[in-house]
């Protein structure tokens, strides 16, 4: 879209794109002005020292008509006019009579009889190739003919977009009567740096060429032909030499230095001082270069220079072939600059580094300008990179912004995913712990036993969990169990086996009973394929009967009061979820009074430290042995936690680690000999 | 943990190194589930030789389970040879000689898949 907005923009030439497309047009002008090497015309300039010594300007006719009597001795090849002559001279004899208060009327008509002053100056111009300047613009009533000029040869179907223009300010007719041409002095718009200058214009109807072109064509005696050209310019052919100006008549000026070596003073020629070289057989220009004098003039090179030095360089340009041309095609050639650039950049960028885009939309600039140049310098075209590398960085803006929009956007998405992240494990270790019940709180003081339970979750929560209750009177269901997975499934099927083994010991039946029954609900819920492997005992509180079931689960540690930790046999069955029919075995066995078993899962044995051995099993037994022989289940599992933790260390706990120690005290009748 | 797998016949032995746990276990089951499937597709065995298994956790046992799942699902059949005595320990505990039959050598594994690859297994 903004791609698109940019190349209708430049298209259209917004005043912004144009003042700095004009400006960069200067550049290459500042940067390789044009040298002169053509010596074919030499301006006589009316300078300061003309002034002081004949006086100020406008001078009397007849003092022109001696400087161009002189010019003419040199032998000129024309002389163009940079001055022009509308009203008749008011030095004229008739005019002073007319002027002066009180005249003798003798003297009057005899000043009446001698030639005016413009009479003089026709004479003078007859026969010396004489082009005079004249001057387009609004219709003027002393002039409502249009100017006579020399036929400019045409193509059949005309030139209808060369500049026309209603009317002219030319010079008094006797003058004019007497030169062999006219030519515009018109220079483009005041108060402006004169880039391009009008070539040819129709005024009142007329095709009038300028002074410059028509001065060369009188000094070349050669005709003058217009043709069309590609791009929708016009070649201009004059004799020999040739060149290509734009549809309007104008011509782009290659502009070379200010040369003091153009000109010679008028005070000069008229004392016959000059070098005959300058003025001989060549193309001459009249003008004005005094101070106070209207008619000056900036170039693209920044240099204020005689109005009349812009009609020499056109003359050069012409002569020397030089020339410069913004064609039809070049608006059409920028907007795909731009166009090509902008679809790169926005396909590319994305897949660069910032770094590395900029660098991609520096050489793009870099590109263009040189593109750019090299039209100037080799194809003598004006092609403007400033659009197209304005636009180019635009669009760099605006996709670096949308690119670092869209990181910030993913950064942010990485930040929520981890706090949901964080949120998951948290909610998994909620669910985890919050089904955990109290030791202390649920059971209340049972004289006939005591329980301690523990669970350290792991950062990434695996799925253990220890549970205890009372299925009747006498017994009383512990189960520890551990989910082979990790986070909120792991939670979830957690949640899911513990309320199924619940309802499964609360139905009553041996340990396997409960555990083949559990796992066959279970398994009806399990998604994800996960296994449990569950130590699930039923201990009677008044005899002290063990009934247990193994699925897969570390084999617990019992001890007596007074003897050494025993490990249970590993018989029983695999995880439950493994082999979904498998029928597990019940166990049993009878604990003396005083002893006690510690069930812990594999998050214990297998905690690693940090040169990655494991607690195992055969540390547990040590660490069990070291307890002493009247420690409560507190005291047993707070051993064998800080043991689990001085042996981890600096290591991450990788598994979840959960203890639960049982320790039957004696029957009921048994209970009041306990301490 | 490092798989490298060799052919004798029908049979695919893959040898297992190193240590099987939550962080190994996804890339091990990628190809241990490659070869089941392949083997089940020209009726032959996978023999997994663990005689370099370090340490297999419930993770890794999971992946062993879904892999026997996947093989029954499509008539393949995976064998387990030469375990070290704490990765024995851990199937003995876990009853996973119930889930697989349990080799004490690779030859004796590659006897059960058939008589071609004990002989390949021999020759070699």
Redesign the interface.
Known sequence: MLLAALSIALAASLPLVRGLRLAVFDGYQRLFPLERTTTVVTIVAIDEASIARYGQWPWPRTRVAELVGRIGEYGSASIGFDIFFPEPDRFSPAAIAAELPVVPTELAHSLALLPSNDEVLARSIRGHHVVLGIASGAPDPRFPAPPRAPPIAMPAEGLPDIDSLPGHIGNVPVISAAAESRGLMDAGPESEVVRQVPMVRRVQGALVASLGVETLRVAEDAGLKLEPARGGLINLRLGDHATTIQEDGTAWLRMGPHDPQRFVSALDVMERRVNPELLNGRAVLLGIDGIGVQDYKTTPLGEFVPGVEIHAQVIENLFGGVKLVRPAYASLMEAGALAACGLLLIVLLPRMSALQGTHLAFAMVLLLTGSGLVAFLYFDTLLDPAGPAIGTLAVFASVMVGTLSEAERQRRQLREQAARMAGEVDAARRIQMGLLPDPHAALGHDPRYGIAALLEPARTVGGDFYDFFMVDERRLFFVVADVSGKGLPAALFMAAVKSNLKGAALRGGSVGEILTRAQAQIALENPEQLFVTVFAGLLDLDSGHLEYANAGHEPPFSRLERGVPERFGSSGGPPLCVIEDFVFPTQGRTLAAGEWLCVVTDGATEAMNESGAFFSSERLRASLTWVGKDATPDEVMARVRDDVARFVGQAEIADDITLLVLRWKGGQEAAPSER | MNVSSRRYSTAVVLQVSGRL??DTCDAFRGQLMGHVDSAAREAGAVVLDLSALE?V???G??CF??AS?QAKAQHGRIFVAQLQPMVAEIF?????N??FQVFPTVREALGAVSAEAAAAYEKA
């Open positions: 746990d939550q340490y956790s419930s993770a046992l999971r389970m879904l799942r003995q505990i876990s009853h996973f119930l889930v």
